[in-house]
């Protein structure tokens, strides 16, 4: 099993950008897909970005171009970077691990984003 924290969460204005970062408990290098989830408040949990061993990527259509994932297998890390914020990117990020046959989830860091 894993652990996982999300830090670098916060509030920003729209157009800024934010960092999150991914700790994990153990190595990442074996687990083929690692993701980001977010939640807004009334809304689904959706798949914002997922990174596999790898090396490849995706992103929701309303992310593209705008946020970048990426993992350091050597670090047992894995990072959101988030530009050009909006309002509508508020919610509570989660990091996920995809370790057959169970996801496991991080405790999950607010994003909030203002105009």
């Known amino acids: 099993q894993v652990q996982l924290v999300e830090t670098g969460g916060g509030l920003v204005q729209t157009g800024g950008s934010l960092r999150l970062s991914c700790a994990a408990s153990?190595?990442?290098?074996?687990?083929?897909?690692m993701a980001w989830y977010r939640q807004a408040p009334g809304k689904q949990r959706e798949l914002v970005a997922a990174i596999t061993s790898s090396g490849s990527t995706r992103y929701a259509d309303s992310v593209k171009g705008r946020f970048s994932i990426s993992r350091d297998n050597t670090e047992n890390t894995m990072a959101l970077q988030m530009n050009n914020l909006k309002t509508e990117d508020t919610a509570v990020y989660y990091c996920v691990a995809n370790i057959f046959p169970s996801n496991y989830w991080g405790q999950g860091t607010q994003v909030t984003v203002s105009s």
């Open positions: 153990r190595s990442i290098a074996s687990i083929n897909t």
